[in-house]
């Protein structure tokens, strides 16, 4: 220890994940994720001698507490690395503050795309990253789809997106349905209503936090079968899992880059690690993951050119790789996105995800989904499975 407190200064760093609020469950793996990487850097005795440290704050899930904290991080704390935000109205508070002191955001959640921002490194998926293969699973199976959302911008525009996808493939939605952020029973009510009516072959969910597991236990208290019409979305997680119930879960379909029962070396490893640290019942999700390999990545590039600078580091981010729990990704200098290994996996009686597609490639992020077509995502030339 002694090392760590001779160093010139420790790397103080903005953390900003909701503790409390709305998407509180989710936002907790990511702060988790985000210590622990820290913790296994300052163990092995830091970046250039000099230990990583935290600032966090809690900002409830409330854009304006994400933004107003932001700005405190940057004029007060004086740091000029921040890693955080989940939804995208949080992501979208947070990016001005941080463009107007140069600063540099790591935002490692799945989003709707269509944004590029020199000051920000995004490491969740793009929709070329999860919809386009969740699409083209779903339409070798089904063809009506009825879509259910939160009422803010992700939903809107990952549902757009979706459309697309669905129409090219000759599948048909039948309707759009949006909830309140924050939800109670009594909204899911429509919901049901809607599925009895129009009775869709499957139901696309892009309703986040909370709402999730009360829409989950209202879809299995209307007697639905999962087998027959499972609920397919981008946003159900292990952490949305564990509020719901096994018996809720079961049946239920998503696409993402990770899932706890990833069967690799270093899948296994971040598992094992991320629950001796938070408890054998910590669920540990692809935001977790991103989260997790994004502050290893970003302190990669630290330690490449002796500076927290944000422009230094973004230099030595583009292009930069990291074998991450899920496989080797990469930082496209085209969009400041990541290459990710998409996968498809369906709930089991257990509420653990068993993936049932697992392409087997890394694929270029494309944010503008500038390629549409369902046979045409995988950019990138097929590489050996890690």
Known sequence: ???????????????????????????RTQLNATLLAIEEINARGGILERPIEPILYDPASDPKKFRAFAERLFQVDRIRLLFG???????????????????????PTLYE????SRHCIYTGA??????????KFLLSAYNR????????VYPYESNRVMADFVVQGKGKVLDEIYVPLRPTPDDFDKVIHRIKKTSPDVIFSTV?????????????????????MPIASLTTSEAEVAEMGTEA???????????????????????TSFKEKYGADAPVTACAEAAYFQLHLAFRAVAKCGSDDPE??????????????????????ENNHTFLWPRIARLDRHGRFQTVWNPGVRVKPDPYCVVQSLDDWSVELPLLHP
């Open 1 to 27: 220890m002694g090392l760590m407190e001779n160093s010139v200064g420790a790397w103080r760093v903005g953390v900003l994940f909701s503790q409390t609020g709305v998407t509180s469950t989710i936002e």
């Open 85 to 107: 935000c989940y939804m995208s109205s949080t992501r979208k508070a947070v990016l001005p503050v941080v463009e107007a002191h140069r600063g540099l955001l790591f935002y």
């Open 113 to 116: 795309g269509f944004e590029y």
């Open 126 to 135: 793009a929709p070329n990253q999860n919809s386009l293969q969740l699409a």
């Open 145 to 152: 789809f009825l879509f259910v959302g939160s009422n803010y």
């Open 208 to 228: 986040v936090g909370s709402g999730t597991s009360v829409l989950y236990r209202a879809y299995r208290a209307a007697g639905f079968d999962s087998a027959r």
């Open 249 to 271: 879960a079961e049946g239920h379909i998503t696409a993402a880059p990770f899932f706890e029962t990833l069967s690799s070396p270093a899948a296994k490893r971040f598992v």
């Open 312 to 333: 230094q580091v973004l230099g030595n981010l583009r292009d930069a790789e990291f074998d991450a729990p899920q496989g080797r990704v990469r930082v496209d200098p």
